[in-house]
């Protein structure tokens, strides 16, 4: 038995990418091994001739082993099947998916309109890569009244981010793909917040999905993956050309680890969100708590688009706190639970100061001297994590 579309995402999401059986004993292992490989050998000069075929067609054709052979299929298949979409390319890394939708969408002359909550190094990228190709971009708050004046008759691209990188901020995806469908633009968002399971641009009008399976897919804080996915039959051409063209490959030992890490993306992810809630729950009774930036959370701005599009939450936090910048920092050097480090959608919790100047880039940021930490809640209890808080929040008091 195999599951099909009519399955619920959490079925078809096990039972996606398994390992097929062999034709001469009827076996097989339920996951796949990682097929390592550089070269690829053929049977014959025919055997090879059909797969240059099927490349130069624009499917899933290999000759080499840059794009990578059945491991890498299985998880783009897993990819597909989360977002809804026809075809995934893999990149080895968040931020080269990013590239990747970017080059692959824009050239010289263009202009691409930029949600200000992106993700940061976007700006970096922008700043050094696209300005040197003569590509131009506008940073804005997302939603169609600020947008629209900012159209040029070179706009093509509309790149968002929701819920926004720092501060969670929820953008209304159905308005903007109409809007880019209105203006003849291509909208891209980058998804790595919903990991393919929690939201699913695509299905609400978004031309590219980009997401970094570094965080919640893989889960373990193991490995670096992209991913980006996309419907539309001129999009995924772009994609493929562009995928191949620049190089893009990751290995098959990371495929692997992804694999392993998404079959518990379903359970991970609601233990996440429902630990978040928890610690929302806590930081809401106290003083010190100023505002509390996650959109599961019933006082958050984005709360209402959260339950309109979203299926789910996790464990990414931010909270504003009445600190001064040195008691910030004692509080997060206090912590004990919490690891200080970026990224995150592994196990284990982590806490991130965040620099004023990163968050005064969001328009829907206003202005205050309180400190801002962002919090990835992990799968520790969440009672020793409140605990962990609790303590840290004395010290820094002190
Ligand atoms: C982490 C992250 C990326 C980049 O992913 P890497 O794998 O670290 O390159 C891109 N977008 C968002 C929203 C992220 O959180």
Redesign the pocket.
């Given at each position: 038995m195999s599951a099909s579309k009519n399955h619920h995402l959490d079925t078809l999401l096990m039972h996606t990418g398994m390992a097929p059986f062999d034709p001469a004993t009827g076996a097989a292992p339920v996951a796949l091994p990682s097929v390592r490989t550089s070269t690829v050998r053929f049977e014959s000069l025919d055997a090879l001739a059909k797969a240059r075929a099927t490349q130069l067609a624009g499917d899933r054709g290999v000759t080499y082993g840059r794009i990578g052979m059945q491991t890498h299929e299985a998880l783009e298949s897993v990819v597909c099947a989360l977002e809804s979409a026809e075809r995934c390319f893999l990149a080895p890394?968040?931020?080269?998916a990013?590239t990747l939708s970017v080059m692959a969408l824009l050239g010289a002359g263009d202009h691409m309109l930029v949600s200000d909550s992106v993700?940061g190094p976007m700006r970096y990228l922008d700043k050094t890569v696209l300005k040197r190709m003569s590509i131009d971009v506008t940073y804005s708050r997302a939603t169609v009244a600020d947008l629209e004046p900012l159209l040029r008759p070179e706009t093509r691209v509309l790149y968002v981010?929701s819920p926004g990188?720092l501060l969670f901020e929820m953008l209304d995806i159905p308005a903007l793909a109409q809007f880019a469908r209105k203006h003849n633009l291509l909208l891209v968002t980058?998804n790595?917040?919903g990991s393919g399971y929690l939201y699913r641009p695509l299905e609400l009008g978004a031309h590219v999905s980009v997401m970094?399976g570094?965080?919640y897919i893989g889960g373990h804080s193991d490995l670096?993956?992209?991913a980006v996915v996309a419907n539309d039959a001129d999009v995924i051409a772009r994609l493929n050309q562009t995928h191949y063209a620049m190089g893009y490959s990751i290995s098959a030992d990371d495929a692997w680890l992804a694999l392993r890490g998404v079959r518990t993306l379903p359970i991970r992810l609601r233990q996440h969100a429902q630990n978040a809630l928890r610690v929302c729950q806590y930081l809401a009774g106290r003083d010190d708590v100023v505002k509390i930036f996650h959109p599961a959370w019933p006082g958050d701005p984005g709360h209402a688009l959260w339950q309109r599009d979203c299926h789910g939450s996790n464990g990414m936090m931010a909270v504003e706190l009445k600190l001064t910048p040195a008691q910030a920092e004692t509080f997060v050097n206090a912590l004990t639970l919490f690891g200080i480090g970026f990224?995150w959608g592994g196990y284990e919790s982590l806490v991130q100061l965040i620099e004023p100047g990163a968050i005064a880039v969001h328009s829907y940021w206003s202005k205050s001297d309180n400190a801002i930490v962002r919090l990835h809640i992990g799968l520790e209890d969440p009672a020793d994590l409140i605990a962990d808080i609790q303590q840290a929040l004395a010290v820094a008091g002190k």
């Open positions: 890394s968040g931020l080269s990013m993700y981010e990188s980058d790595t917040w970094a570094t965080k670096m993956l992209g990224s």
